[in-house]
């Protein structure tokens, strides 16, 4: 017999989800929608020769690699995030009395505590999103499991409370939920991108699917974003829609925010438009990850 592409056994993991048989979230208040903006802190976890990393970043918004110096045109660019964007965003999301969590680089809260102690005294979650900002595919386990352990201290030590989420920038390993459950102390990751609603994993940790098309990580160079409106008209869209399904089947949406991105003059008015009309919407629930995770937990008869 000819070899098959991929070979002969099918494939093993959930392809099909919850199916037409969804289960009903029961979100706080009868809301059709829980919606969850997730900023993302990185700003100084970047990769960098100047921070002793084996090489230089290379993103948006220069599409270029450094190679064999340290890159101060990089290094500046994500710096803007954590000396302006923080505040910026902070100031919105306060203006509008939303909630957000704060996805944080461990390393990036060792060289600025202020990422995650300002959020976290203005009542915001404050996650964990790794300790570099790197994919930990293909990571040793010891490794890995020294990476969440160093990420979890200097987030609680910043914040005041250990962090209860994870989120693994780009793909995680195959160890990394077992590890995170063997560390103990969270109750969700967002490890995920298959889904409108969360699910469990095991008998208590939570699958909280994240998202990147409502993200402004498409304003980088070929990702679909340019003005400010691109941005919120795509997130009220996909908003818009998900609200008209709750009306039978209440669903979950995620949006991503970069302090660095979003957090620029020309963007910001983006995020403006769409807290004005998400803010506005009947039958929404704005919350922390943390806070829906919970609230799934004490659904599926998980005592929190």
Request: net charge negative.
């Amino acid at each position: 017999m000819t070899d098959l592409p991929g070979g002969m056994p099918p494939a093993t993991r959930d392809l099909a989800g919850y199916g037409r048989d969804l289960p009903d979230p029961r979100w706080p208040g009868g809301a059709r929608l829980a919606v969850s903006f997730v900023v993302n802190v990185e700003e100084g976890a970047e990769l960098s020769l100047g921070s002793g990393d084996e090489h230089n970043e290379a993103v948006p918004e220069s599409r270029q690699l450094v190679e064999g110096h340290p890159d101060p045109c990089m290094e500046t660019h994500f710096a803007y995030g954590s000396r302006v964007g923080l505040w910026r965003v902070l100031d919105l999301l306060e203006r509008f009395g939303v909630a957000a969590t704060f996805s944080c680089c461990g390393r990036a809260v060792a060289v600025t505590p202020a990422l995650a102690a300002a959020p976290a005294a203005a009542g915001h979650e404050v996650s964990a999103h790794g300790w570099r900002w790197e994919m930990q595919a293909g990571m040793p386990e010891a490794v890995e499991r020294a990476v969440i352990a160093r990420t979890v201290a200097v987030l609680t030590e910043a914040a005041g409370t250990r962090p209860l989420g994870w989120h693994t920038k780009s793909a995680p390993s195959l160890n990394t939920r077992r590890l995170l459950l063997e560390e103990g102390g969270f109750l969700y990751d967002s490890d995920a991108y298959d889904d409108d609603l969360p699910r469990l994993h095991g008998a208590s940790h939570v699958i909280l699917p994240y998202s990147f098309d409502t993200n402004d990580m498409r304003f980088a160079p070929g990702q679909g974003f340019v003005q400010a409106e691109d941005f919120s008209r795509y997130c009220i869209g996909a908003f818009d829609w998900l609200l008209r399904e709750g009306m039978t089947q209440p669903r979950m949406m995620s949006i991503g925010l970069h302090l660095r991105t979003i957090g620029k003059p020309g963007r910001i008015r983006g995020l403006e438009l769409l807290l004005e009309h998400v803010t506005r919407s009947p039958g929404v629930w704005i919350a922390r990850r943390v806070d829906i995770a919970r609230h799934w937990r004490t659904l599926t008869g998980v005592a929190v």
